[in-house]
Structure formats: C-alpha cells, structure tokens
C-alpha cells in the first residue's frame, strides 16, 4: 500500500508562481520514481515533470522548461513542483504520480505509475 498525498496548487495571476508538492508513503517501499501530470478541461492527461529514484535526473516537457523546476527534499520521499511564470495554458488538474524505485532514471507515460495522488486544481487568470 502506497499512499500518494499532493499539496499546494490554487489561483494565481499570469507571470505568478506557484509550488505543489508531493509526498509518497509506503510500509515496504521508501524511495520512488516520481512525476506530475497535469489534465485541462478537455484535454487528455500529460506529463509535465519527473525525476529519478535517485533525484539526479530530470525530465521536462517542452512547454514549461526554463520555467518549472521538479526537486526532491527529504531524502527520497518528497517532491516539490516550482512553477514560476505562470501562463493561462498552464491552468489545469495536477497529479502525482509515483513508482517505487531507487533507480538513475524515470518514466513520462501514464501507465509506468502505479500510484497517483487525488489531483490539486491549479487556475491562472488571463
């Protein structure tokens, strides 16, 4: 049983930021592969940012490179999403995604998870 808890998200203004952050419990399993997914209103689910079992590497899609950053704190469990720069089109439902693993690398589909968080509205203003 892995439990997948998301925080933060809301409203904000275009050019505002914002931080959610992520923290993936298990009784067996301590560190995960983890990643956000974002889904809009009418759009299918796609990923944002991942980052390793380890935390020594990353993936961003192209959209919101140079303007996100994924982390880890707390040794392995945590992972914050920093989002500067906020646009409308970044307005969406983000999930959580984990996978239990200490691995060097990380997934970016969907179905590579096997535990997800509730998901945490993110709104921007035009």
């Known amino acids: 049983q892995v439990d997948v808890v998301e925080s933060g998200g809301g409203f904000v203004q275009t050019g505002g930021s914002l931080r959610l952050s992520c923290t993936a419990s298990?009784?067996?399993?301590?560190?995960?592969?983890m990643a956000w997914f974002r889904q809009a209103l009418g759009k299918e689910r796609e990923i944002v940012a991942a980052?390793?079992?380890?935390?020594?590497?990353?993936y961003y899609t192209d959209s919101v490179k140079g303007r996100f950053t994924i982390s880890r704190e707390n040794g392995k469990a945590t992972v914050n999403l920093q989002m500067n720069s906020l646009k409308p089109e970044d307005a969406a439902v983000y999930f959580c995604?984990?996978?239990?693993?200490?691995?060097?690398?990380?997934?970016?589909?969907?179905?590579?998870?096997?535990?997800w968080g509730q998901g945490t509205q993110v709104t921007v203003s035009p």
């Open positions: 980052i390793s079992g380890s935390g020594g590497n990353t």
């Open positions: 298990g009784r067996v399993c301590h560190t995960f592969i």
């Open positions: 995604a984990a996978r239990c693993s200490d691995a060097h690398f990380y997934y970016t589909r969907q179905r590579d998870y096997d535990h």
